[in-house]
């Protein structure tokens, strides 16, 4: 029978089926300081063990400083958690990248890094950006701190079948360097809505996909979640096995793998998806979000909307753009590019890579920032910071009036002491709007990181496409 | 986990859409690392004002709703981040159970890991209920919300149900399958991913 990708690595993954649920292997398990301390508390009080070490990796992220990493953490709730974290690895035996470690990062950026994330592999971490890691055509998934501590009692979780949803990308991008992954994964969940995907798996899918790097469709699969998803696909090609080629946790004999994923990985032609959506690239523009939530976002040369016009005659979508609006201080029928921003933010799990301040340093080279905002770039991990710096990144964006910090969330999520003040206002390149998600009253505007850098020049947004990129 | 009981109470009405789990328990209280205590941290940039005080417009802060064990809330209620905080803080503050038209995944999951009762009905019934004044009464062994007036079937996955009535904890149920575990380790179909 004709397969999709999502159920060939499911498939091979079930240890055991009972009253209607799986028992699924779990080949990488990541964990971050956060969602672990009450896992390995359940493991002390019930006496239990790690079951495979081997297969962990930990990292601290979250609510690491990036600030000067020689000083002591001044949050001690924050100096408690990283420290629980180092006790517990010591203790089970896990691999540790701790704040001093040259591969610390974002958990989402260092396993595809290392080579720790496999196409055809199961990666489950206590943090729903994990579907990040599906662009390696890995099963890569969030879970809670109940199902930390299960994978890490038994390696194994148990799951409900989800259900398989097909996005296909097509069309031709006018301009890739303006019209980025952001703009795309953005423009699908403006159309299928924040819960569009709940209880599937995406997988992306059509010439566009192919055609984008490895970063990119980590953006892509990075956001999955956003459109309700617990998991996004991107089928391996050549640029993923010539990606994770020469890491450093990759299988010995790596060619006998890649003969093997390329003959296995991939949607059978004739299998059959419970959902499908088709997104043309063509009538995409730079994305701004004006809510909060992701799916309430514009087109650069767009208008804020009214809730009505917005709602489409869903009065509880209405109601949530009327509160969204109000939060975030907006007029209906301003024009985007007339929003004033106080704050920029380059970074997190969507848009930290390399690739993403190699594309952001093209707008602002020889320029400076405006000088009623404050910008800031954060590296995903050690790794992109050193080769951002060995190739003078470092130095564009300081040049610029950008602050250069050490790799970590930061700004995301704001656990660390990166916030916004309240009715702050920020072009932030991460993947979440939410009230009060980057500090309390803060006002968030989700965008690519060209379009941030952008920003950062002119103190509101503008159309990229109008600069020059090459 | 303690087993599941019936639980009746007024239903407290919380009329939102997407209500994400930023705002169910926000980032700021997320560095404790025990799973008690978090019951005072639910809702807080909804439920209380910049001083501490109390927001009156807020439900939750509606006196008749004070001993409420039951949540109505609308569609994809639970969604963004996986933080099993936000359920922390709901089971704490004291709702059992949670009635909505849809459940963000993770949310959903780490609901029923608690002990908590996530249940799925249609917007009519959702809507009935938000119109109901009186307690409801929730009765997961035979799957029923009993109004004054009317009963109310719902769905449930049959080994949730099970974990749920016994209280069961999952990791032992799991490792009565190590056998399993341990053969599917061996065999072809997991060598490619060890740790070579």
């Known amino acids: 029978?004709?397969?999709?990708?999502?159920?060939?690595?499911?498939?091979?993954?079930?240890?055991?089926?009972?009253?209607?649920?799986?028992?699924?292997?779990?080949?990488?398990?990541?964990?971050?300081?956060?969602?672990?301390?009450?896992?390995?508390?359940?493991?002390?009080?019930?006496?239990?063990?790690?079951?495979?070490?081997?297969?962990?990796?930990?990292?601290?992220?979250?609510?690491?400083?990036?600030?000067?990493?020689?000083?002591?953490?001044?949050?001690?709730?924050?100096?408690?958690?990283?420290?629980?974290?180092?006790?517990?690895?010591?203790?089970?035996?896990?691999?540790?990248?701790?704040?001093?470690?040259?591969?610390?990062?974002?958990?989402?950026?260092?396993?595809?890094?290392?080579?720790?994330?496999?196409?055809?592999?199961?990666?489950?971490?206590?943090?729903?950006?994990?579907?990040?890691?599906?662009?390696?055509?890995?099963?890569?998934?969030?879970?809670?701190?109940?199902?930390?501590?299960?994978?890490?009692?038994?390696?194994?979780?148990?799951?409900?079948?989800?259900?398989?949803?097909?996005?296909?990308?097509?069309?031709?991008?006018?301009?890739?360097?303006?019209?980025?992954?952001?703009?795309?994964?953005?423009?699908?969940?403006?159309?299928?809505?924040?819960?569009?995907?709940?209880?599937?798996?995406?997988?992306?899918?059509?010439?566009?996909?192919?055609e984008l790097s490895l970063e990119q469709r980590m953006t892509i699969c990075n956001m999955s979640i956003e459109g309700g998803a617990r998991a996004g696909l991107v089928a391996p090609d050549e640029k993923t096995f010539e990606y994770l080629r020469g890491r450093r946790y990759i299988p010995k004999n790596y060619d006998e793998y890649v003969e093997y994923w390329k003959e296995n990985l991939k949607t059978d032609s004739g299998a059959k998806f419970d959902k499908s959506f088709t997104i043309h690239t063509d009538e995409i523009l730079p994305q701004v979000s004006w809510g909060t939530n992701p799916a309430m976002t514009a087109d650069v040369t767009g208008r804020v909307p009214f809730a009505q016009e917005y709602a489409k005659g869903n009065l509880e979508e209405e109601k949530a753009a009327n509160r969204a609006l109000q939060y975030m201080g907006l007029k209906p029928g301003t024009l985007i590019t007339d929003i004033t921003i106080d704050r920029v933010f380059i970074g997190s799990c969507t848009n930290s890579r390399l690739e993403d301040l190699i594309e952001a340093s093209k707008v602002v080279k020889g320029k400076r920032i405006s000088p009623k905002v404050q910008a800031m770039i954060v590296p995903g991990s050690q790794n992109v910071k050193r080769q951002a710096e060995e190739i003078g990144l470092d130095k564009i964006f300081k040049d610029a009036g950008f602050e250069w910090r050490e790799s970590g969330c930061s700004m995301c999520l704001g656990m660390n002491p990166d916030i916004l003040a309240t009715d702050e206002r920020c072009a932030s390149t991460s993947n979440r709007n939410f009230e009060g998600r980057q500090g309390v009253g803060g006002r968030t505007h989700l965008v690519s990181p060209v379009m941030a850098a952008a920003a950062s020049i002119y103190g509101h947004f503008v159309d990229v496409r109008e600069m020059d990129l090459n | 986990m303690e087993p599941f009981r019936t639980v009746r109470s007024v239903a407290t009405p919380l009329d939102k859409i997407n209500v994400d789990t930023d705002q169910i328990v926000p980032k700021q209280f997320l560095k404790l690392i025990q799973k008690t205590g978090f019951g005072k941290h639910l809702f807080f940039d909804w439920r209380f004002e910049k001083d501490g005080k109390p927001r009156r417009d807020f439900v939750l802060n509606d006196p008749q709703y004070r001993n409420s064990r039951i949540l109505l809330t609308g569609d994809n209620f639970g969604c963004g981040s996986s933080r099993e905080h936000a359920v922390w803080a709901l089971q704490d503050y004291g709702f059992g159970v949670i009635i909505s038209t849809s459940f963000a995944d993770i949310f959903y999951s780490n609901c029923l890991k608690n002990g908590v009762l996530p249940i799925k009905v249609r917007q009519q019934t959702l809507q009935k209920l938000f119109e109901t004044k009186s307690e409801i009464e929730v009765d997961l062994e035979n799957q029923l919300i009993k109004l004054e007036d009317t009963k109310i079937p719902f769905e449930i996955e049959s080994h949730w149900k099970k974990i749920l009535l016994q209280g069961l904890d999952d990791i032992e149920i799991t490792l009565k399958h190590e056998d399993k575990i341990s053969k599917y380790e061996g065999s072809q179909a997991n060598t490619k991913f060890q740790i070579s």
């Open chain 1, 1 to 210: 029978m004709a397969k999709t990708l999502f159920e060939k690595i499911w498939d091979a993954h079930v240890v055991d089926e009972q009253d209607g649920r799986s028992l699924l292997y779990i080949d990488r398990h990541l964990v971050h300081e956060v969602t672990s301390p009450q896992a390995f508390d359940g493991l002390r009080m019930n006496k239990r063990k790690v079951r495979r070490p081997d297969l962990t990796f930990a990292t601290m992220d979250h609510n690491v400083p990036t600030t000067n990493r020689s000083l002591p953490i001044v949050d001690q709730t924050s100096a408690m958690q990283i420290q629980a974290l180092e006790r517990s690895c010591k203790e089970f035996g896990i691999q540790l990248f701790d704040i001093n470690s040259p591969d610390q990062g974002i958990v989402h950026v260092i396993g595809p890094e290392l080579g720790i994330t496999l196409p055809g592999a199961t990666i489950v971490c206590g943090d729903s950006h994990t579907s990040t890691q599906g662009a390696f055509g890995a099963l890569a998934f969030g879970i809670g701190t109940s199902d930390v501590e299960h994978v890490l009692a038994t390696q194994c979780i148990w799951m409900e079948k989800p259900k398989t949803f097909e996005i296909k990308i097509e069309g031709k991008r006018k301009n890739p360097h303006a019209v980025t992954a952001k703009d795309i994964i953005l423009s699908i969940i403006k159309e299928i809505g924040t819960g569009g995907g709940v209880g599937c798996v995406f997988e992306y899918k059509g010439e566009v996909v192919s």
